[in-house]
């Protein structure tokens, strides 16, 4: 209480804030240990293309920072004093993207290098919602001005691939050497212009090990609901990200401390706070976090179908107990599931299809008599059914034996595998006989039916098969 009257009152700055330098400092490779060869090469020949035409072009953001604490990128990004179209007249395979954040995306073979212009600031002109989030920010500036405009010292870290120095503006290195995520600015302030970044604190902080300063960290309850008004694109980007950050379990564990994973975050909303719900979700993310640490791809359909089973499940015997067959009312259930999330985050066509698919191949897993397992076998998205039911069979929501025996169908022979089929058990559903009218002989004729195609008078006579085949058509369908 002493120390914050004596600072309110001689008006001195904060024990966390730093000082911020109009010079940045220029840290060494013999420091700093990150060689040229370990960025892209698609980033180092932009910069030295860029460089080549007298323009200043880095390295910058999270790829410095995750080389700094040994965890490869997944993609390197540039930051330039070059304006978009300046960029754009010098990569020819290019183009301009964005509307409140203009970048230029280059491409160089497979890579895609992200090119932004420095950023400055509007100040007070700056156009903004009613809530303080920046809706435009094409204003561009010095690299000096566009460090302090970044949102952690961690992030706002350049990397010269022609000399391998970094040029550090906040003390960024310093504070990944102390593992703390500092805020640049007014925390308020800053998360106020884009709330995203509330979750970015929570995902780099779990990722990297880092502490949140605490002046970064208390506001973040008072502000979470601001993220209702982020579009629904980001919070879709930023959710993935976290979900594949390869630390997704840790990600949930502080957003939940954080007070982030109710009514903000809506997908997360589906997640139930006892088990089986919670068992169920955590062992998904486990698997995925594991995988990626691996070096292997996961699947965001897989995440979101995980994340919205339960939900999805309920919805589902709600529709049966309204009376719909099991079939249709899965259908029902899945529609109802993922439209309800329209409106808080934007799953795209392909993903929620593929999420659909996942859950209705379940049904069709518990089936293991006639010929059905073949079927199943041959669908398209056969593997990611097949590892969801092994993920439900561990949270025990299915015998745990069933995964086991379509692991042993896949692995048979023809022979084996009509030996593994469980004989039917619902009988045959047989096929009605239609019946015809018997009709007297024409006295005229002899013996000829009616039906004789020579009988002058067929007013009478059956309607064809529509067919042509013969036979009457089937009241069954079939």
């Known amino acids: 209480m002493i120390r914050k009257f004596i600072r309110k009152v001689l008006r001195l700055a904060p024990a966390t804030a730093r000082p911020v330098l109009r010079e940045p400092a220029v840290i060494p490779r013999a420091r700093h240990g990150i060689a040229r060869e370990a960025v892209s090469q698609g980033s180092a020949r932009a910069c030295a293309l860029l460089q080549d035409k007298g323009y200043k072009a880095y390295v910058v953001g999270g790829a410095v920072r995750d080389l700094l604490v040994g965890v490869l990128p997944k993609d390197f990004d540039v930051a330039t004093d070059a304006t978009p179209e300046e960029v754009r007249g010098i990569f020819k395979r290019s183009r301009i993207i964005g509307r409140r954040f203009r970048i230029v995306h280059v491409y160089m073979g497979r890579e895609i290098v992200e090119i932004t212009t420095f950023r400055g600031s509007e100040g007070s002109a700056a156009k903004t919602d009613d809530h303080g989030r920046l809706l435009a920010d094409n204003v561009f500036g010095s690299q000096a001005e566009d460090a ?195 409106d808080n985050i934007a799953i795209t066509r392909r993903i929620a299809a593929d999420i659909k698919e996942i859950w209705m191949l379940q049904p069709r897993l518990e089936q293991r008599a006639g010929k059905r397992p073949y079927g199943t076998l041959t669908h398209p998205r056969f593997r990611a059914g097949y590892d969801f039911l092994c993920l439900r069979a561990r949270a025990g929501e299915v015998d745990a034996e069933l995964p086991d025996w379509w692991r042993r169908f896949q692995e048979a022979n023809s022979s084996q595998r009509a030996e593994m089929l469980l004989p039917e058990t619902a009988p045959k559903r047989k096929r009605r006989k239609r019946k015809t009218k018997s009709h007297p002989a024409d006295p005229a004729d002899g013996d000829l039916p009616r039906s004789n195609p020579a009988y002058p008078a067929d ?20």
């Not at 009478?460 to 079939?478: C, M, Y």
Request: aromatic fraction near 6%; include cysteine.
């Open 148 to 342: 302090a405009r970044r949102d952690f010292t961690v992030n706002a870290l350049y990397y010269d691939p022609s000399t391998e120095c970094i040029l550090d503006y906040h003390h960024g290195v310093a504070d990944l050497e102390q593992k703390t995520l500092r805020m640049i600015g007014d925390p308020g302030t800053r998360y106020r212009e884009d709330p995203v970044r509330m979750l970015r604190a929570v995902r780099l902080s779990a990722k990297l090990g880092l502490f949140i300063d605490p002046a970064a960290r208390r506001p973040i309850r008072a502000l979470a609901p601001l993220l209702e008004n982020v579009p629904q694109a980001r919070l879709l980007d930023e959710m993935l990200k976290l979900l594949t950050s390869g630390h997704a379990v840790k990600c949930l564990e502080a957003l939940r401390a954080e007070g982030l994973h109710r009514g903000i975050l809506p997908l997360l909303d589906s997640i139930p706070d006892h088990p089986p719900g919670d068992r169920f979700v955590f062992l998904a993310l486990s698997d995925t976090d594991e995988r990626i640490r691996a070096g292997k791809t996961s699947s965001p359909a897989f995440l979101f179908a995980a994340l919205l089973w339960q939900a999805m499940c309920a919805a589902w015997e709600r529709c049966k107990a309204a009376g719909e067959a099991p079939i249709p009312a899965l259908h029902l259930a899945m529609t109802e599931t993922l439209s309800a999330r329209d």
């Open 459 to 478: 007013g009478d006579l059956p309607r064809s098969n529509p067919a042509g085949n013969g036979f009457p058509p089937s009241s069954s369908g079939e």
